[in-house]
């Protein structure tokens, strides 16, 4: 299984920007631990970081031929971005929405993600975390999580 992960603008500040929101991790550890968890699952993982939207939009439109499932933290682009909702749309995998925050409970600015709905799932509020959660999603869905985990994570509720 090929996963991109995606991370929008100032994510490479995450440690220092706003630590009573985002907390004190930084985006080299998140790499690290979902490198960590790619490597367990025996997945192959593309980590990338822009602060700006086409080259975004381009590494969607890349994942078409190097990804099996996209994992995205849009950042700020989830409120603005069209260009990235429909280099979205062209993608025939999966794809997960990840924000450390949980937007929901924020303020109206960052309420509303416009690139949901070109999501299959999105995970909210779990902090660093929620991307181990997305990695986690997108190898179930594809019967691709470990044989060593146990059932109640490789398949869930029946």
């Known amino acids: ?11 490479n500040m995450l440690g220092i920007r706003e630590p009573h929101i985002y907390g004190s991790t930084t985006l080299d550890a998140i790499k690290a631990s979902c490198e960590e968890f790619a490597a367990f699952a025996g997945a192959e ?11 975004l939009v381009d590494l969607i439109q890349s994942a078409r031929t ?3 499932a996209l994992i995205i933290n849009p950042a700020a ?3 603005t971005s069209i260009a990235i909702f ?19 409970a924020r303020d ?7 690139l949901s709905a070109a999501v299959k799932g999105v995970i909210a509020g779990l902090g660093p975390y929620g991307y181990i959660v997305a990695m986690q ?14 059932a109640a994570v490789r398949v869930g509720p029946k």
């Open 1 to 11: 299984m090929r996963i991109m992960i995606l991370n929008g603008p100032n994510l």
């Open 45 to 55: 993982l593309a980590f990338h970081q822009s602060n700006h939207e086409g080259e």
């Open 66 to 68: 190097s990804a099996d």
């Open 77 to 79: 682009y989830s409120f």
């Open 86 to 104: 429909d280099a979205m749309k062209i993608f025939e995998g999966p794809i997960y929405e990840v924000h450390i925050s949980n937007i929901h």
């Open 108 to 114: 109206e600015l960052h309420r509303h993600s416009k």
């Open 137 to 150: 999603a997108a190898l179930q869905a594809a019967g691709q999580l470990p044989a060593s985990l146990p």
